[in-house]
């Protein structure tokens, strides 16, 4: 016997009152061949156009239709808005539509039988034309569009690089299934949504303390993907965004980096840390290539007496010490800080297995730590595998946490870091990822670094030291010697 749902589709707007009326009318048009029970719910948040008028108008096409007005102040949000939508909601499925999207006739039937083969699923659907902008594009062909025709118009439109989708050549590559990706809430555009009720309800809906634009509808999709819902991204079900001119500012771009910021400072996830500092789509390959990174050559230099001196000369007797770019427990038990920083979840079930020390997996570039918490903070050559804005980043955070700052590094560090495709796994080397394209693994065999994030340019040592020393702490450097007689420099 078919599970069988009621569906409430919760639109969120603003002042959109001639898009959001169009959206509703291919709402109307639905074929509806599940006979499934819907709902729509409007919220105005505080719109002085014809919202009112025209959602009045639309009731004579759609049997069940509510319409909530919020009045505007300052706590008014896109998170409130779909909150209150999410209070009024009967269903047992809630699609999210923002106010002018538009949807083929067989979109309800779609999204039912997808849930009815899983019922976890956080449904991301295509999205046509959220970057098309009539102020610079050729947007007259929205004028003919009609539920009749959206399918095979919306099927020239979507290899149009004006109304791609910005996500499409990943989805296309997963097929859709983004529980292959490290991150797949990344992809989670609150425009075009579907999950179900009982889920939203328990991760308490939208955070209504995002303001302004920008990234609550990630937040939203990171705390369903930690109740363990699983991702799909769906592209018969697609979406339609009718263009209107887009908005474009430095203040909402420092916004969105500020919620991004947010998402992270809630829980403080590795997951999460990079994420305000990474542009693009594509931050899941950021992750999954923290999973290659092997130091084992690095860590073989570090001989006994000169562990020995490093513990002796800095980590003794400091109340709060940190490690971070060390990838052996041995080495960390002997070294004995309070804290360690690893850079992914496999090095950090490992190390907690054997070592009793604070150990988190995190990058460094953002920490809950107050200024000066830790007496030293010792690092390596680890932190040149990152490009030049993310390094400035973690060695900002160090100057703010760590009085003093211990550099370890090889001068013979080299640019192009060998791995050993057909040897034994290292405990920082985990085998190749089988979400992986074959190609991709080739490469990554071939030069994790090159993959990892870019090559490192001759000058990066000497950058990073350039950092370092803008700060007022103390900064030491330990040269790794073949004879493993250290050199302290200050």
């Known amino acids: ?138 947007t007259t062909v929205v004028h003919k569009l009609s539920p009749l025709n959206l399918r095979e118009e919306a099927s020239k439109l979507s290899v149009s690089p004006v109304w791609q989708d910005s996500r499409y050549q990943a989805l296309r590559m997963l097929r859709d299934n983004l529980d292959l990706l490290a991150a797949p809430w990344e992809m989670g555009l609150g425009g075009a949504m579907s999950v179900s009720a009982s889920r939203v309800r328990e991760v308490g809906g939208y955070d209504e303390n995002f303001r302004g634009w920008g990234s609550e509808d990630i937040d939203f999709a990171y705390r369903l993907y930690r109740t363990g819902c699983s991702f799909r991204s769906e592209r018969h079900a697609f979406v339609l965004h009718l263009p209107h001119p887009i908005v474009r500012s430095e203040d909402r771009m420092e916004n969105d980096f500020r919620n991004k910021r947010c998402i992270h400072r809630k829980l403080w996830q590795l997951e999460t840390e990079a994420y305000p500092h990474y542009q693009g789509m594509y931050y899941s390959a950021f992750l999954e290539k923290l999973l290659y990174i092997d130091l084992s050559l690095l860590m073989k230099k570090f001989t006994a007496p000169f562990i020995q001196h490093l513990y002796n000369e800095h980590i003794r007797g400091a109340s709060a010490s940190l490690l971070l770019g060390l990838s052996e427990q041995n080495m960390a038990r002997q070294l004995n800080p309070t804290h360690i920083y690893l850079w992914n979840r496999r090095l950090e079930e490992i190390f907690q297995s054997s070592l009793s020390q604070e150990i988190h997996c995190r990058l460094g570039c953002d920490t809950p730590y107050e200024d000066s918490f830790f007496d030293v903070a010792l690092i390596t050559d680890f932190i040149l595998l990152f490009p030049s804005y993310m390094m400035e980043q973690i060695i900002t955070e160090l100057l703010r946490t760590a009085r003093k700052i211990v550099y370890v590094y090889d001068p013979d560090f080299e640019n192009e870091y060998p791995v050993q495709p057909g040897g034994p796994v290292s405990i920082s080397m985990p085998v190749v990822s089988p979400h992986l394209t074959p190609r991709f693994r080739t490469e990554l065999a071939l030069s994790p670094r090159k993959l990892m994030m870019e090559r490192i340019q001759v000058s990066a040592r000497s950058e990073l030291i350039t950092l370092l020393n803008r700060g007022e702490r103390k900064i030491v450097l330990e040269p790794l010697c073949a004879s493993g007689q250290p050199v302290t420099t200050n």
């Open 1 to 138: 016997m078919k599970m069988t749902y009621k569906v409430s589709f919760i639109i969120p707007t603003y002042n959109s009152g001639s898009f959001m009326a169009e959206g509703l009318r291919y709402l109307a048009d639905q074929r509806n061949e599940s006979r499934t029970e819907f709902e729509v719910i409007v919220v105005d948040d505080g719109s002085t156009d014809d919202t009112a008028e025209l959602v009045e108008a639309a009731r004579e096409s759609l049997d069940r239709l509510t319409y909530l007005y919020i009045p505007r102040d300052e706590n008014s949000s896109r998170s409130r808005t779909r909150n209150r939508g999410i209070y009024a909601a009967t269903g047992d499925l809630l699609c999210f539509l923002d106010a002018g999207i538009i949807v083929p006739p067989d979109y309800l039937d779609t999204v039912i039988a997808r849930f009815r083969e899983r019922p976890d699923l956080v449904i991301l659907h295509m999205v046509l034309g959220l970057n098309a902008d009539p102020e610079r594009d050729d």
